[in-house]
């Protein structure tokens, strides 16, 4: 199907599934993780998230998306930047993969991504949108579904389309 990049609040789109950059504990958070909550209702999506527990990093689970826009959400949990040495990209790349994986396994058609492990979790976006490029496009050669990459700055979103050409 297709890759798009925009621009925005990843709430307000019309997907199957959007992607939460969740921690491991699965409890509400701040930034996209927060409005994700909000957007979802946070008592009912705490609820699920609370029944399923953990999420190593790298993995992903799924809960319905109750009172947002999305069928799904997929919390996936993204590491957290000590350097590169560490396994992050390794780490990333399966954070990614997973919530495709996921997705398609569960009949969805469109999936919204967030920057996943670019804001708190310091993960620097240069290597993290080359990441999300490299997996989803390879992830694309092989699956059918349309796939968002959602960049919340201007800067992001720019360097988002470079990079896009690039590969």
Same mark, same amino acid.
């Given at each position: 199907?297709?890759?798009?990049?925009?621009?925005?609040?990843?709430t307000?789109?019309k997907?199957?599934a959007?992607?939460?950059?969740a921690?491991t504990e699965l409890?509400?958070?701040?930034?996209v993780c927060? /409005?994700?909550?909000? @957007?979802?209702?946070p008592?009912?999506?705490?609820q #699920?998230?609370?029944? !399923?527990?953990?999420c190593?990093v =790298?993995?992903?689970?799924?809960t319905k998306?109750?009172?947002?826009?999305?069928k799904?959400?997929?919390?996936?949990v993204?590491?957290?930047?000590?350097?590169g040495n560490?396994?992050?990209?390794?780490l990333?790349?399966?954070a990614y993969?997973s /919530?495709?994986?996921? @997705?398609?396994e569960?009949?969805?058609?469109?999936? #919204?991504?967030?920057l !996943?492990s670019?804001?708190?979790? =310091?993960y620097?976006?240069l290597?993290?949108?080359?990441?999300a490029?490299?997996?989803i496009?390879?992830?694309?050669?092989?699956?059918d579904?349309d796939?968002?990459?959602?960049?919340?700055?201007?800067?992001?979103?720019?360097?988002?389309k470079?990079?896009?050409?690039?590969?």
């Amino acid at each position: 199907m297709s890759f798009n990049l925009l621009m925005g609040d990843i709430t307000n789109l019309k997907v199957d599934a959007i992607v939460n950059a969740a921690n491991t504990e699965l409890k509400i958070g701040g930034g996209v993780c927060g /409005a994700i909550f909000c @957007a979802a209702g946070p008592k009912k999506l705490e609820q #699920a998230c609370d029944m !399923i527990g953990t999420c190593p990093v =790298g993995e992903s689970v799924i809960t319905k998306g109750y009172e947002s826009s999305a069928k799904y959400i997929i919390h996936t949990v993204g590491p957290v930047w000590r350097g590169g040495n560490q396994g992050e990209k390794r780490l990333l790349e399966n954070a990614y993969n997973s /919530a495709l994986t996921m @997705a398609t396994e569960h009949d969805c058609q469109s999936i #919204a991504f967030p920057l !996943i492990s670019s804001g708190i979790y =310091g993960y620097p976006k240069l290597e993290a949108l080359k990441v999300a490029v490299n997996v989803i496009e390879e992830y694309l050669a092989t699956y059918d579904i349309d796939v968002f990459l959602i960049l919340f700055d201007e800067q992001s979103y720019e360097l988002a389309k470079k990079i896009k050409n690039t590969c």
